[in-house]
């Protein structure tokens, strides 16, 4: 059914504006519809646990050694270790900034209660929901290692800086600077390879922490202890030795580099007492702690539903609405021009409704008939037309 030209020029009038809009959205989805998305989720909340690799030295000083009577220090050798961290989101948070708390406990698991729980903190930060850096506000977050006699923990305010629980959006292949909680301190996070953890791209980054004394940056009571030189099992009888708690450590993160996920990590831990930082004496504990199985997978799967999401709206819509809206305008364009364009210009005829010399008309073109016009009573209401020849 053809379309009168009133309602093409609707029509083409239509298409055009449809096209030219869908053609805006396509330049503004990626944008700013991803410039919004690409922001850590409010609604975080990650647990991650670590185990000491079987195949690799792990180490735990017994701390009832230490205050047993007639007993020195005892070094356990093959300990069964995991790490658990549990992530949230807090308040203060809001559109730009959020602000994270993560509380890690690690624990020998041949032991139960809290006999076998070898270091436990609270760690909170604010950072930038983009970038992942701390805030500039000063303090931005704190650390509780210690509690009172209630069993509540005491934080003490702590300036972070740099990276610490996940990378920027678009994480690049370069050195980030990375903040150890237990060092307070923040070193390189180098990159070392790009490579794949079950068919997804991550880069590969290490950090070495070096051998920080722990007195020096919290007052926890294990980090330095004063005890007779025999119990630490080193010459000097019952002459008091103070041996002062050091840490060092190398870790590795895979991280996914479109959202910046840390997909997988590991730490090797090296902490031990000493009199000075360049000569261990007492192994406190030595393990090297992996994400495990279940660990690595949930977090895959984090990162690929923020994939999916990102090409959604970076790639996937802005193609279809160009090529939609281009369709669209074309169309438009082409029913509007077709639509100024008239059917056949109809014949044009004298005043009495004859056609004008010159035109060509059959001897035996069929009867026509024309209306009486008002006020003719005696027009004929059919005229007929004669060959010349009669």
């Given at each position: 059914m053809a379309l009168s030209a009133g309602t093409r020029r609707t029509v083409a009038c239509v298409l055009v504006g449809l096209g030219a809009l869908l053609i805006v959205a396509a330049l503004m989805i990626p944008t700013y519809t991803v410039s919004k998305m690409a922001k850590t989720p409010l609604d975080l909340e990650i647990?991650?646990?670590?185990?000491?690799?079987?195949?690799?030295?792990s180490l735990v000083l017994d701390s009832s050694s230490l205050t047993a009577p007639g007993r020195s220090a005892e070094v356990n050798e093959n300990v069964p270790l995991v790490s658990q961290r549990f992530l949230t989101v807090e308040d203060p948070s809001n559109a730009d900034e959020m602000t994270i708390q993560a509380g890690n406990t690690l624990r020998r698991i041949d032991k139960s209660g809290d006999t076998g729980v070898l270091t436990?903190?609270?760690?909170?930060v604010t950072i930038d929901r983009k970038s992942g850096e701390p805030v500039a506000a000063d303090p931005n977050g704190s650390i509780a290692i210690t509690t009172n006699s209630k069993g509540e923990s005491l934080a003490d305010p702590v300036q972070h800086t740099g990276l610490q629980y996940r990378f920027p959006i678009g994480t690049e292949k370069k050195t980030y600077p990375y903040f150890d909680v237990l060092a307070r301190t923040t070193t390189d996070m180098e990159f070392l390879e790009e490579t794949e953890i079950n068919g997804t791209k991550v880069y590969h980054f290490?950090?070495?922490v070096p051998v920080t004394k722990l007195a020096d940056v919290s007052k926890a009571p294990t980090n330095q202890l004063e005890l007779p030189a025999a119990k630490w099992g080193v010459e000097g009888g019952e002459e008091p030795v103070t041996m002062y708690r050091f840490y060092g450590n190398t870790r590795d993160v895979w991280v996914e580099p479109e959202t910046g996920t840390i997909v997988k990590g590991g730490e090797q831990l090296n902490i031990f007492y000493g009199r000075t930082a360049d000569k261990p004496e007492v192994p406190a504990l030595k393990a090297n702690m992996v994400f495990d199985t279940d660990t690595v997978e949930s977090q895959l799967a984090v990162a690929k539903d923020n994939i999916d999401q990102l090409s959604l709206f970076g790639r996937v819509l802005p193609i279809v609405f160009g090529i939609i809206g281009v369709l669209a305008l074309i169309a438009g364009i082409a029913l509007g021009v077709l639509g100024g364009r008239s059917g056949n210009p109809a014949r044009p005829t004298g005043?009495?409704?004859?056609?004008?010399?010159?035109?060509?008309?059959?001897?035996?073109?069929?009867?026509?008939?024309?209306?009486?016009?008002?006020?003719?009573?005696?027009?004929?209401?059919?005229t007929i037309k004669l060959p010349k020849n009669l």
């Open positions: 647990t991650t646990v670590a185990v000491n690799q079987k195949d690799q030295e436990a903190y609270v760690d909170r290490r950090q070495n005043p009495s409704g004859r056609r004008p010399s010159g035109s060509s008309v059959a001897a035996s073109e069929a009867p026509t008939t024309t209306l009486p016009r008002q006020g003719d009573a005696d027009a004929p209401t059919e």
